[in-house]
């Protein structure tokens, strides 16, 4: 009669299937997010950055050619000028009589909270949201523009001036702003724009790739044996 022995060790043992196998060599342990992609966080300092440097540059050069005599510069006569203004107040004159004390907080208050909401709209982004993508950091730009000005100064410096028959609504004259302005009214424009364009429908569900019974711990349906019967 032949003994038996234990072996002293086992170097493989072939997976059965059902059971749950270690992870695979060179996989990681970190789920992969399938959910809504995060939008770009670059593009929106980008276009903020290029907005705000814009509205810095443009007014820069105001206060140098439009301190002194003549004091303006005629682009298109009688329908748009270029003339140095210190705007205290907000958008028509918003405040302007109001004391130091009171209007630079409020104004610095409402320039924060409106940053905020820019900020937690961008992060909702959804994919197809391209003009509410281009719209935020329009208007973050020229927030950020003003809200420099007001810092700095404790007042905007405008300097671009429409005027003529155009804006006969308004008693032939718009009141003078700036680049910052002009930004926030674009990026304003496209939230609108995407209020009324974007498809509201279900959010897109993206699915990760199934993963094998033998590594996802599944049980494995019971394989029917061939049949011997070549016609079925």
């Known amino acids: 009669m032949t003994e038996l022995t234990q ?64 004091g303006f510069v005629e682009v298109w006569k009688d329908h748009l000028t270029l003339i140095l203004a210190k705007n205290r107040g907000g958008a028509w004159g918003l405040l302007q009589s109001t004391s130091e004390n009171v209007r630079r907080p409020f104004f610095l208050l409402v320039s924060v909270a409106a940053i905020a909401f820019i900020m937690t709209l961008y992060r909702r982004l959804q994919p197809r949201q391209d003009a509410l993508r281009w719209g935020l950091p329009l208007v973050l730009g020229g927030a950020l523009g003003n809200v420099l000005d007001r810092i700095r100064y404790g007042h905007v410096i405008d300097f671009i001036d429409a005027h003529g028959a155009i804006f006969k609504v308004f008693g032939g004259h718009w009141p003078t702003f700036n680049v910052a302005d002009v930004a926030i009214c674009i990026g304003v424009g496209l939230m609108g724009l995407d209020m009324f364009t974007s498809k509201r429908g279900r959010a897109q569900v993206l699915f990760a790739p199934r993963v094998p019974p033998a590594q996802s711990g599944e049980p494995v349906p019971a394989e029917e044996p061939p049949s011997a019967d070549p016609a079925l």
């Open 7 to 70: 072996p002293t060790s086992v170097t493989a043992i072939a997976g059965v299937p059902g059971d749950r196998l270690g992870s695979p060599v060179g996989s990681t342990r970190v789920v992969a997010d399938y959910g809504r992609p995060n939008p770009s966080y670059v593009f929106l300092a980008l276009v903020s950055i290029v907005t705000l440097l814009s509205d810095v540059a443009s007014k820069a050069w105001a206060e140098h050619h439009l301190d002194g005599y003549p």
